[in-house]
């Protein structure tokens, strides 16, 4: 469905019954609710994020304001409280979600997700392939450098590990349906999540009270494990399954059993008192 927000959209999905999960998708996606995860007793609830498929682009946008856009979905859908799941470049949203709306989120995973920029004690870069590194510096270096660099033709190493080709073989081939088609109508939406994620993100991982699971590949070179460590060390109560041989895509494996996890914590959606 399209959600409309004042003077702009956003293109929702709804898939299933039970227990409410919001997926939040990496960079570049577009938002389809995550089939290799579907299963009975789970409603997937999902959206393109501003500038991606049918929402509206809006520039200069934080982190943060996943959370309020979450809130607006779940207003609209009439569901109370809910679960998050973010991988890559969702999971810093999911994480916003977690710390500015707790006493609607249950729990929250976080699959390969950044750290803050400019995190305090982490060496922010160390451990990037030499791609990811030189997209994101120049992220870091403002919009017009960025829109330099992604219309330079520059051509990207291959960031994934034999672990994640073999998962992009298995069931997570269903990436080719969200990857190619999240940049139909250009890098725009892709400059705007990387430059959300080396502003300010509008919040502290260590505000989130809600149980937090952060799943990490060891061999990720993309978002290394040392950002895993970092949002673990921060996060209250936080648990971190870092698995030494999986890399980006790879760490994906343990979805299923992370998805057990967050339906543990999430099976009272009825409003706290």
């Not at 799943?215 to 895993?228: A, F, K, Q, T, V």
Request: overall charge negative.
């Amino acid at each position: 469905m399209d959600l409309r927000l004042g003077d702009r959209t956003l293109r929702v999905y709804d898939h299933g019954d039970g227990v409410p999960v919001f997926w939040h998708h990496g960079t570049p996606n577009l938002g389809l609710p995550p089939e290799p995860l579907f299963r009975p007793g789970v409603r997937w609830v999902s959206y393109d994020r501003p500038g991606y498929g049918g929402s509206t682009p809006v520039p200069d946008r934080t982190v943060a304001s996943a959370a309020a856009d979450i809130s607006h979905i779940a207003d609209a859908l009439d569901i109370p409280r809910f679960g998050v799941f973010g991988h890559s470049g969702g999971a810093p949203h999911a994480l916003a979600c977690a710390a500015l709306l707790p006493d609607r989120v249950t729990a929250v995973v976080a699959g390969a997700s950044l750290a803050p920029f400019g995190a305090g004690g982490l060496d922010w870069f160390d451990g990037m392939v030499a791609s990811g590194k030189a997209s994101l510096r120049a992220a870091a270096a403002g919009r017009e450098e960025k829109e330099r660099h992604e219309s330079s033709g520059v051509e990207y190493e291959m960031e994934f590990t034999e672990a994640d080709l073999a998962t992009l073989r298995g069931k997570w081939s269903w990436f080719g349906k969200v990857v190619e088609p999240a940049l139909s109508n250009g890098p725009g939406p892709l400059i705007d999540d990387d430059l959300a994620y080396v502003r300010p993100w509008g919040f502290d991982p260590a505000s989130i009270t809600v149980p937090a699971l952060l799943l990490h590949g060891g061999r990720d070179g993309i978002c290394p494990p040392s950002h895993g460590r970092w949002l673990a060390s921060r996060i209250p109560g936080a648990e971190l399954r870092l698995t030494p041989d999986d890399g980006h895509i790879s760490v994906l494996d343990h979805a299923q059993a992370a998805l057990d996890w967050l339906l543990a914590h999430s099976t009272s959606t009825a409003p706290q008192a």
